[in-house]
């Protein structure tokens, strides 16, 4: 938690000696101030991953002037990289049905600018919130889905994110299955929150499946969207513990403080470009 | 998490041979169905709790008949006992002063009947939450606290409390420590959530005094109030880890997502009569 | 954890009104003092479970006595039930293979009487740990296991432990799979412990299954052995967070401290009757 | 986990830009290659803090070569730093009183090679585990104290661990408190485990305490002795619940499990060179 803006570069590159030494001399030479810095060797991949805070006045230039001088080294280390300016506030879509924990749980931490986003709007496919966000000064998008309307119903809320120029759409229990056309055009910018520890219990109803296991605990997977349902790479994760004595109600209720817990994480680290992706993994950089 | 109606015996006794018999026995000559049972014989004080779900319509009689039958059996063991009925639902108070996230949890809790009970106001040291709290269809009471006017204040507390017929007040990070005669007023009422693992870190700041002291987890503990600050009976607590790189802020930041939970978990169980309290300590029979 | 004697009943039956009065009653009648008791009713199986712990000597019998006057009761009630009395030690008889964590775990816990328990011979299909068992002053039994040898190698064991008298057997980390046969001849005795969160990644290399799958916790999981590989009763699971940094290896190292500590726990629960199997779950009495 | 040689450099220095360019350059400069590294800033302290393991192979000189050209850089940025190699093993004296389970914990790791240290010898104030210590070839002394001779057996002690060239000594459950002497002469160098979350409950007994305040979870606190009991700085520390029908037996018999894992977790740390002390606090790159 920095009160001074900063920029935040995060990349990734195949790995050879040096990457550190010439990234952060980059910096050095302009005075450069890094407030934090983490690393990751990815031995069985070759990959080299990095996120580095730079406080954003101790540079003699602008973003634009650090992407400027930066592309030549990334071009070198063969880098995906990207840089972003805590001064602005990343965009966030919030998909909803109709459970109210995850909800009232991101809009709680908007509040209290703890998530310090903008919301540009939420969209649901029932109306039910429509009073609540509203309350918020945050436009609502009634998007019905029925088996009929998928496509139209996918395309609108496609036509509703871009309009609102979201940076991340975040599934609060949208009990919808997105289309594969809508998860690929935005690939590591959906996350959901499953209501299970994945790989256990994929597809719906995870809860009655953990209770017909007979399992001791319970758990929650943020992860990114992909087309193949539950399999995207996975964010966070958290458990609690139930016994015998729970009933899939009782197992419901335990897992919604799960969920929106491990929602809210997984996301701060995914708006803090802490989130690196590599093939169906992430590296986290806590 | 049952559909039926049931009454709730929570109760506790000195320990002899025969009180589950006694007590049982009772319930299975009138044919009343137990739902869910748990007893706990504290050896050191020679004491024994227990609490009880019958379900109504098993029985031949209603809740005064119950009590009025089962009282001679209470008198012959010397019980402390209570009953209540899951059809009449309890009147929770909140108390809030500025931050938000307890107050959208209980409030979301609320909303979506996972906590089943009537909030007939909220009371508030600021006007911060008026528009929130009242958008929810619950009336809203500003009673401001200065140096000057703390015994008026919290008389006002105490008439608007007892004026709305509450049977519980929680202390949703209500910054003011609240009088003496008020505690003693409600004994065993009265819940806080205190932001730290008690007994490490009681009164101001915890959260910085845990950050000088370098501990690796920080905690919060949902608690009974007594006069005494911070040393009623522990209802629960949680924790979660934190490391050097946390600074204070970011203290605050994760530790309200076990404060908001822990004082979830606290309240349930007090609502549902799972915690019989004795001397400073709680039996919780979760 | 009782000094006095005590014997402990361990039971289900259908539900139906009046059964804990039943039971209790009938201790009560005796002057049986209850230390501990533990109820449940299994809503959806329509069963009813429970486990009482009453001290031995406040009872006008003994423990044949108490089966003798018990069993009309039990008949009645169409009850499965079994009793055991703390002063008879269980006979546990420990299978492992070359990996050191769970053996000297669970032989640190007999050695400071904290399992208190008889250990009459550890089994293995390596010699690797001869010495240090037989250091202990218990039999050490080598029977390797080839892909050739198996069914003599596993009726061999099966001799063992009937020889041994053996209450209970631990797989400690026992790398090979018992003969169908051997687990169907000892149901409910056999504990495993499965080096993975089940249901996820059953089978074999669990933590580089884990790995792959880019999870963000790993556990452990304590179960009654059945035919079906990694498909048992579960009785105990934990789990512990790991991160991108960790290797398969690490996940290992990681993964052992949780696989002593659950199936310490798992065989403590097993030992003392606190679990209770009904089809292909386990209620445990904690 | 790394199977090739490596130095780990473990130092701190004031806070300025370009320290990592600094340091990393160096490494880089002489081809040297980066298998993990890890930085952090204290912003109150203005201290930076930096981890960096170099695979051996990859430089073209040896440990004193690195040394010889890495300390002008280390002057001029006024560090505190060490370096090790991982092909020397640290020498870890173990003491011990009457208590099993951080011993058998911490000789299964060594047995394993989990722990890849040397263990010189074992020192307790009884001779309880003389047998056990020798079957593991470690060498045994027995140093007994009492309220007489303690002056002697502390000077005997530190003899002993001069001479067996101990880096590190390690209290698993010695029950006796060391002389300040003995804690100022090697700061950072002795680990205590405290069967309490520090700050709650130092001193004597503190699961009774803990069980006195009726506390709702239990905890263990790895950390640095000093002078002052129970007051150095913490390297790791975890918790395990508990509930009302815990006797402080039975949560001596928890504490033990959350012990052994925290001592090992903190230990590890340590000889991995992964703790720096800065006043009472530590950074520990995990």
């Known amino acids: 938690m920095h009160r001074d803006r900063f920029y935040t570069l995060a990349a990734s590159c195949p790995d050879r000696t040096g990457i550190i030494a010439r990234v952060t001399g980059f910096i050095a030479e302009h005075k450069g101030w890094v407030l934090e810095s ?3 060797a990815d031995d069985e991949a070759g990959r080299y991953f990095m ?3 730079v406080k954003a ?6 973003l634009a002037g650090f992407c400027g001088r930066f592309a030549p080294i990334a071009a070198e ?14 965009r966030v879509v919030i998909m909803v049905s109709k459970q109210e924990h995850c909800l009232y749980d991101l809009l709680a931490r908007w509040q209290s600018k703890e998530l310090d986003i903008e919301i540009p ?6 109306d039910t919130f429509k009073g609540f966000v509203e309350w918020h000064g945050i436009p609502f998008h009634h998007v019905p889905v029925t088996p009929e309307n998928k496509p139209a119903s996918y395309a609108e809320v496609q036509r509703l994110f871009e309009e609102a120029r979201g940076d991340t759409m975040v599934l609060a229990r949208y009990m919808q299955i997105l289309s594969p056309e809508l998860c690929a055009a935005h690939p ?7 209501h299970s520890f994945l790989p256990s219990f994929v597809g719906a ?6 209770f017909q296991r007979g399992v001791k605990l319970i758990g929650a997977t943020c992860h990114y969207v992909t087309a193949e349902l539950d399999q995207g790479p996975i964010i966070e994760q958290d458990v609690i513990r139930i016994d015998h004595s729970d009933s899939p109600d009782d197992m419901v ?11 809210a994480r997984g996301l701060r680290y995914h708006l803090e470009d802490r989130v690196l992706v590599h093939g169906n993994k992430t590296v986290v950089f806590r």
Request: net charge positive; glycine share 4%; hydrophobic share 35%.
């Open 38 to 40: 983490s690393f990751h």
């Open 51 to 53: 996120r580095i805070e």
């Open 57 to 62: 006045d101790s540079l003699p230039f602008d």
């Open 77 to 90: 280390l063969k880098m995906d990289w990207k840089i972003s300016d805590s001064a602005v506030k990343k």
């Open 121 to 126: 709007c939420v969209i649901s496919n029932h």
């Open 188 to 194: 590591g910018k959906i996350l959901n929150i499953h």
């Open 205 to 210: 109803r995870p809860y009655h499946q953990a």
């Open 253 to 263: 209720r335990y897992g919604k403080d799960i969920e929106k817990t491990v929602l």
